[in-house]
C-alpha cells in the first residue's frame, strides 16, 4: 500500500463530505450519513489545517483526521472525525493517523486527547478502547447523542 500523508486543506472538503456518506454505512443509514457529513464545515479545514491530515493513495482519499487543539481546555486536543477508506481497513492507518496526531499534539505540551463518536458505533468504540482511550461517557444509546472518550499521552 503505497500512501501519501499530508495536512489537510479547504480544498479536500468535498472529498471528506463525499467519504463519510459512504465510508460510514455500516453504523449509519444513507440518510443518517449525509447529516453526519455536516458535521465538518468546510471552516474547519481552513483554521484546524495544521492538526488535520489527509492520506491519498493513486485511487484518491485513502483517510483523513480532522482534530485541533481545544481552545478551552489548554491541557487538551480533540480528535473530531477519523476515517479509513473501507478497502484500506486493519493496515495500520488509522494507528499511523492517531500517532502522528498525538506527536503534533506532545509538541504542543497537551497531554489529553479527547475524542466523540456514536454510541451506536460499536468498531469506533472497540478501536478507541484498543489505542488507550477510556469511555468517560457511554452516551444513551441514540444516534444523536456522543460517547466521550479520552486518553492521557505518556
Ligand atoms: C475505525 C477506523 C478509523 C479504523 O481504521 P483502520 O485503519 O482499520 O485501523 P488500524 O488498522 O490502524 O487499526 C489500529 C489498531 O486498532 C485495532 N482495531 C481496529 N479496529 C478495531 C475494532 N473494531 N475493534 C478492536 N480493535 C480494532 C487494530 O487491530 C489495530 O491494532 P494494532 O495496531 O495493535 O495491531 C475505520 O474502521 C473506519 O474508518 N471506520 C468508519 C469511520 C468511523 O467509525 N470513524 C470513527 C468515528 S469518527
Known amino acids: 500500500m503505497s500512501?501519501?500523508?499530508?495536512?489537510?486543506?479547504?480544498?479536500?472538503?468535498p472529498k471528506i463530505s463525499e467519504a463519510i456518506q459512504t465510508w460510514w454505512r455500516?453504523?449509519?443509514?444513507?440518510?443518517?450519513?449525509?447529516?453526519?457529513?455536516?458535521?465538518?464545515?468546510?471552516?474547519?479545514?481552513?483554521?484546524?489545517?495544521?492538526?488535520?491530515?489527509?492520506?491519498?493513495?493513486?485511487?484518491?482519499?485513502?483517510?483523513?483526521?480532522?482534530?485541533?487543539l481545544s481552545q478551552d481546555h489548554t491541557d487538551a486536543a480533540y480528535i473530531h472525525f477519523v476515517g479509513v477508506r473501507p478497502d484500506l481497513r486493519g493496515h495500520g492507518l488509522a494507528r499511523k493517523l492517531y500517532e502522528d496526531f498525538f506527536a503534533t499534539v506532545r509538541a504542543a505540551d497537551r497531554t489529553v486527547v479527547r475524542a466523540v463518536t456514536?454510541?451506536?458505533?460499536?468498531?469506533?468504540?472497540?478501536?478507541?478502547?484498543?489505542?488507550?482511550?477510556?469511555?468517560?461517557?457511554?452516551?444513551?444509546?441514540?444516534?444523536?447523542q456522543l460517547a466521550r472518550m479520552a486518553r492521557t499521552l505518556g
Open 26 to 68: 455500516d453504523s449509519r443509514t444513507p440518510e443518517q450519513a449525509r447529516e453526519l457529513s455536516l458535521m465538518i464545515p468546510r471552516v474547519f479545514l481552513e483554521h484546524f489545517s495544521g492538526t488535520s491530515t489527509i492520506v491519498t493513495d493513486s485511487d484518491g482519499l485513502a483517510g483523513f483526521l480532522v482534530g485541533f
Open 118 to 144: 456514536s454510541p451506536r458505533n460499536t468498531n469506533s468504540i472497540a478501536f478507541h478502547r484498543h489505542l488507550g482511550f477510556a469511555v468517560l461517557d457511554p452516551g444513551e444509546g441514540d444516534i444523536e
Open 3 to 13: 500512501t501519501e500523508f499530508r495536512r489537510a486543506s479547504p480544498a479536500d472538503h
